[in-house]
């Protein structure tokens, strides 16, 4: 069957992908450029079109402590959040990822304060990257909304067990209009199946405790499993994929390569900038310039397998991040690729490009004078800056 | 009690039984153990009233000693007693 072409924002797409999920529970608090996907979720709860619990809430902490008890109630629940909102659930996201609830969150990528900025960067989910939930980095709109179903199927699955941010770049995406793809009600509530909770509270003949103290004797244990799990999830996503894929006749993968099998020089981006990083690709190939690019669709569980054969026999490469973490050599996905292809045979000069902060525009020239650079790189070898910053005023 | 590898506990910290916290000897924290001089006992079980951790056994309304698996070594027991018949006494080093 055909699927129904709509015109949505990313918010609007995450908010249909959540009318067909229909989860049992969504507490949240509205933020910027959040807000839409709960005020549309709500308008749904309020017209009687989904029968979800909503829990409006006073702040995100409370959203995700609600979220919590929720979960651990045996509830399929839902929430979504921006930036200071992310931050403020700090405590709680590292909770639900610990407790293993596998809960999902879109999250629209914004800038975190000071000084305050609603725009899009990825420094809000890019600190989370170390709290154990799984991590999708969207393009468009229409990835918003496939992996926001695709994340339920995951976040469940009994191997895996671990909450997942579903990113979405503010504003680019979430308040820009797509023609969406959107499945059959019947198919996608198919798809992901009634939800069978592992341990809910409310199983009264099957007591159990959530949140007991852990001390030097298990604590350990508890946070090998949750490596497992991850681990567990590099493996078990690729078969989801497959299935997915099938279902919907869809094309997803954890990474998505772009010209680049025999390309020289490369870049590698997430989220809505590989759009902008396609185009350029495209016009370089015109002029015989053999560029490529790479996009990691999946963060957590962090791919490093297929990006070092994706990357391998590159000359130069150009990790575009957007975010900064101040350690003085680079951004996040900087660092865990060049790490990743530490010793490697064959593995290209490396360096990184700190880019659209606070939702600076990346232009096509921005992104030619990366490629430029890299071009300078593989004929000579030699790097100039191991850092560049794009796009600020020097 | 044997501590069990990562692969055979529950994930996520979740205890799946009810009622098993006395299998966990909390008197492994101790660094003083309570020891009661027998003559001096009026069992007035002040102590098994005072006791935060239910560590003072008594029997036929008599206080009959403590459960060192679960004492913590507090002295609230020997802070209270009215007589002074309990002395903390520090637990041998390396036992």
């Known amino acids: 069957m055909a699927h129904k072409t709509i015109a949505f924002t990313g918010d609007q797409a995450t908010a249909e992908a959540m009318r067909q999920i229909e989860p049992d529970v969504v507490a949240a608090y509205p933020i910027t450029p959040q807000t839409e996907i709960v005020m549309t979720f709500a308008q749904f709860v309020a017209d009687g079109k989904v029968k979800t619990e909503l829990i409006p809430v006073e702040s995100e902490h409370s959203a995700m402590s609600a979220c919590v008890g929720a979960g651990a109630a045996g509830a399929r629940t839902m929430t979504a959040t921006s930036a200071n909102g992310l931050a403020l659930m700090w405590e709680i996201v590292y909770i639900t990822s610990s407790t293993r609830l596998p809960i999902v969150m879109p999250v629209v990528n914004r800038a975190l304060s000071a000084p305050i900025n609603i725009h899009c960067d990825h420094s809000d989910t890019m600190g989370a990257r170390d709290s154990g939930w799984l991590q999708i980095y969207c393009e468009n709109a229409q990835e918003v909304y496939e992996n926001t179903i695709l994340a339920i199927k995951i976040a469940e699955h009994k191997d895996i067990l671990l909450p997942i941010m579903v990113c979405q770049d503010g504003f680019i995406t979430s308040h820009a209009v797509e023609n969406i793809e959107i499945f059959d009600d019947k198919k996608v509530k198919d798809y992901i199946g009634e939800y069978k909770p592992r341990a809910p509270l409310l199983d009264v003949d099957k007591p159990v405790t959530y949140g007991p103290l852990d001390l030097q004797d298990y604590y350990f244990e508890h946070k090998r499993q949750q490596s497992e799990a991850v681990k567990n999830a590099l493996e078990i996503i690729p078969k989801i994929l497959v299935d997915f894929n099938k279902t919907f006749n869809r094309k997803c993968d954890f990474i998505e390569e772009y010209k680049l099998n025999d390309a020289e020089i490369a870049i590698v981006v997430l989220s809505s900038t590989a759009g902008a990083g396609k185009v350029t690709v495209d016009k370089l190939r015109e002029k015989g310039i053999k560029a490529g690019l790479l996009r990691p669709q999946f963060f957590r569980p962090f791919p490093a397998d297929r990006i070092i054969k994706a990357l391998k026999g590159k000359k130069a490469v150009t990790v575009l991040d957007r975010a900064e973490s101040f350690s003085g050599h680079g951004g996040p996905l900087f660092n865990e690729i060049r790490s990743a292809l530490y010793g490697q045979e064959n593995g290209p000069i490396i360096k990184n490009a700190i880019y659209g902060l606070g939702g600076r525009d990346i232009f096509i020239k921005d992104i030619e004078g990366i490629f430029k650079d890299l071009e300078d790189i593989a004929k000579s070898g030699k790097v100039k800056n191991w850092v560049d910053y794009v796009g600020v005023r020097d | ?95």
Request: overall charge positive; hydrophobic content about 30%; glycine content about 10%.
């Open chain 2, 1 to 95: 009690m044997e501590n069990k590898s990562w692969k055979e506990i529950p994930i996520g910290g979740l205890i799946d039984k009810g009622g098993n916290a006395k299998e966990y000897n909390t008197g492994d924290w101790r660094t003083f153990k309570p020891v009661k001089d027998e003559k001096k006992c009026i069992n007035c079980m002040i102590c098994w009233v005072y006791c935060p951790d239910s560590s003072i056994l008594a029997k036929d309304g008599k206080m009959v000693g403590f459960d060192l698996d679960h004492c913590k070594g507090c002295g609230i027991c020997a802070s209270v007693c009215p007589v002074k018949c309990i002395d903390m006494v520090q637990e041998e080093k390396g036992k």
